[in-house]
C-alpha cells in the first residue's frame, strides 16, 4: 500500500497525500478556524475509523474495533490539534516553536500505544485495545520527536500558492515541494509548459 491519505480535492478529484509524520497527518481531519469547515471527528467512532488509515495503522493492522474511545479523550484529542496547527505553521514558516504549544505537548504525551512482537511470527503488533488517551500520546510523541530535533526544518507547506497543506519533508535531499505531485505538482507542470508554449508563439514586436 502507498504511503499517505487519500484525498478529494473541492474539484472531485481524488490524490494520495503524504504527510510524512503523524501529528501533520491528523491536520487533515479539522482543526480551528478556517479548518472548521473540514472538521470530520464528530464522535469518538469517527476518530476510531480515521486513526486505523493514519500511520499509526501501518505497517501494523488496526481497526475501528482495536481502538476504545471516550467523548472526553476525543475533545482532548482535538484540543492538542488546535495546538498543532498553529505549532506546524510556525515551523513550516521557520519560525520557532512557542513555549506554550511545546506545553501542550508535554500534557498529552503521557500514555502512548505499547508495541508488542509475536513471539512465533515476529510480526509486529500493538497491545490492544488502543485508548483514546493512548492514542493522544502518540502524536504528542510524534510532534516532540520531530521539533526536538533538525527534521523541524523539514515542515513545509506546499509550493502552490492556493495549497496550505503541511508535511514533512522524508525525502534525503530535502527538495520535496508540493502536497502531491498528482494534484500541485502536476497543476504546476501543466502551467509552465502553458507558460512556456505562450511563450513561443507569442508574436514578436518590430
Ligand atoms: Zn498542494
Redesign the pocket.
Known amino acids: 500500500m502507498a504511503a499517505g491519505i487519500l484525498l478529494t480535492s473541492p474539484q472531485g478529484q481524488r490524490h494520495r497525500?503524504d504527510a510524512g509524520t503523524l501529528f501533520l497527518e491528523i491536520l487533515l481531519t479539522g482543526g480551528p478556524g478556517p479548518y472548521e469547515r473540514y472538521e470530520i471527528l464528530h464522535s469518538p467512532a469517527d476518530l476510531a475509523a480515521w486513526l486505523p488509515r493514519s500511520r499509526l495503522g501501518a505497517p501494523v493492522r488496526l481497526a475501528p474495533a482495536h481502538l476504545r474511545i471516550s467523548p472526553m479523550e476525543l475533545r482532548e484529542v482535538k484540543r492538542l490539534r488546535d495546538t498543532l496547527h498553529p505549532l506546524a505553521r510556525d515551523l513550516a514558516a521557520g519560525r520557532p516553536a512557542r513555549p506554550e504549544h511545546l506545553r501542550a505537548l508535554n500534557d498529552a504525551a503521557g500514555a502512548a500505544p505499547r508495541p508488542r512482537i509475536d513471539p512465533a511470527t515476529r510480526a509486529r503488533a500493538w497491545e490492544l485495545p488502543i485508548s483514546g488517551t493512548q492514542a493522544l500520546g502518540a502524536l504528542a510523541r510524534d510532534a516532540i520527536d520531530v521539533v526536538a530535533s533538525p527534521r523541524a526544518g523539514r515542515v513545509r507547506e506546499?509550493?502552490?500558492a492556493?495549497?496550505?497543506?503541511l508535511f514533512l519533508d522524508t525525502s534525503r535531499p530535502g527538495n520535496r515541494r508540493?502536497?502531491?505531485m498528482e494534484?500541485?505538482?502536476n497543476?504546476h507542470k501543466v502551467a509552465a509548459h502553458r507558460g512556456r508554449a505562450r511563450g513561443a508563439t507569442r508574436p514578436s514586436g518590430p
Do not use: E, K, Q, V
Open positions: 497525500f506546499c509550493a502552490a492556493d495549497c496550505l497543506l508540493w502536497c502531491s494534484r500541485c505538482g497543476r
